[in-house]
């Protein structure tokens, strides 16, 4: 059984990644208190093969009763229960936009006064020790509802019991590191597009910028020597039983040659058989 726990801030998607889960076949619940948790997994057990495929929400919501998480989740581990972990973060900023921005109360804004920012922080504090433990970590700061959707799509249309799914992410530095990011290349050290008036406008996906990138010797040298240490960690991961991997790759606005080595890399692993996604974040900025 795919047993999926979702988790996270406030504000930050768990109602529109539990929506994507149950477009792909899963039986979703919200809002249920941990200690609930082992008791709804031994009825979904039960009720096998209907029930093969199932995501619950747990969060603040619950108030006290959360606090119980960890303990309910070693149970599960001693019963050999098998489950994983879905974390959705995202920027304090972002946050307090939406909640202004959607006039909704934070759920422990009682607990500060109604202050938005005291309830976020408060809330990334006590969430920390969850995030740590993620098996699939995904920040939506910069993720639009169709993204997310995408990028859950990828992690759990098949079965997540399969090979680790490498998400490479192409990035402008000016914007700031992906916070999922858990390798980083800097390919600030190759000749840029921008400075070449034809290209300029263009982006990474665009063969002309591509072919720019690519014609360089430094670029050649970097891209066998990157190619070659992602194909030789990728085995080291799995034997770790990592279940997702994020490669972020960073130029100065995310347009050009990220955008072009990322997606040479998602191109390079599905060539191998490796599950992969690619996503450009900044390429409309």
Not at 39 to 51: N, S
Not at 55 to 64: E, L, P, Q, S
Not at 207 to 223: A, D, H, I, N
Request: charged letters at 25%; hydrophobic letters at 40%; one cysteine or more.
């Amino acid at each position: 059984m795919d047993f999926i726990i979702v988790t996270g801030l406030s504000g930050a998607g768990k109602s529109r990644a539990v929506d994507a889960l149950e477009d792909i076949g899963f039986y979703c619940v919200d809002n249920i208190p941990p200690k609930l948790i082992p008791v709804f997994y031994t009825l979904c057990e039960q009720a096998k093969p209907e029930m093969k495929r199932v995501a619950i929400v747990t969060d603040t919501r619950g108030g006290d009763m959360f606090s119980s998480l960890f303990e309910t989740l070693d149970a599960l581990r001693q019963e050999q229960k098998k489950y994983k972990i879905l974390f959705l973060d995202c920027s304090s900023d972002v946050l307090i936009h939406r909640y202004k921005e959607t006039r909704r109360r934070h759920p422990l804004s009682d607990s500060f006064e109604g202050s938005i920012t005291q309830s976020i922080h408060y809330e990334r504090e006590v969430l920390r020790p969850v995030k740590e433990a993620a098996d699939y970590l995904i920040d939506t700061t910069f993720l639009s509802p169709a993204q997310l959707k995408n990028r859950i799509s990828a992690l759990f249309l098949e079965s997540s019991d399969l090979s680790l799914l490498v998400n490479c992410v192409s990035f402008g530095f000016k914007y700031g590191l992906p916070n999922e990011a858990d390798l980083v290349f800097d390919v600030r050290c190759l000749p840029n597009p921008f400075y070449v008036e034809e290209l300029k406008n263009l982006t990474g996906l665009d063969e002309p910028v591509r072919s720019y990138v690519m014609k360089w010797e430094q670029t050649q040298g970097f891209l066998q020597r990157f190619l070659s240490l992602i194909d030789y960690m990728l085995p080291l991961y799995r034997s770790e039983g990592k279940s997702q991997l994020f490669v972020g790759i960073g130029c100065t606005g995310g347009k050009h040659r990220s955008v072009a080595l990322a997606q040479l890399l998602y191109n390079h692993l599905l060539e191998k058989g490796q599950r992969a996604s690619v996503h450009h974040r900044d390429i409309k900025k």
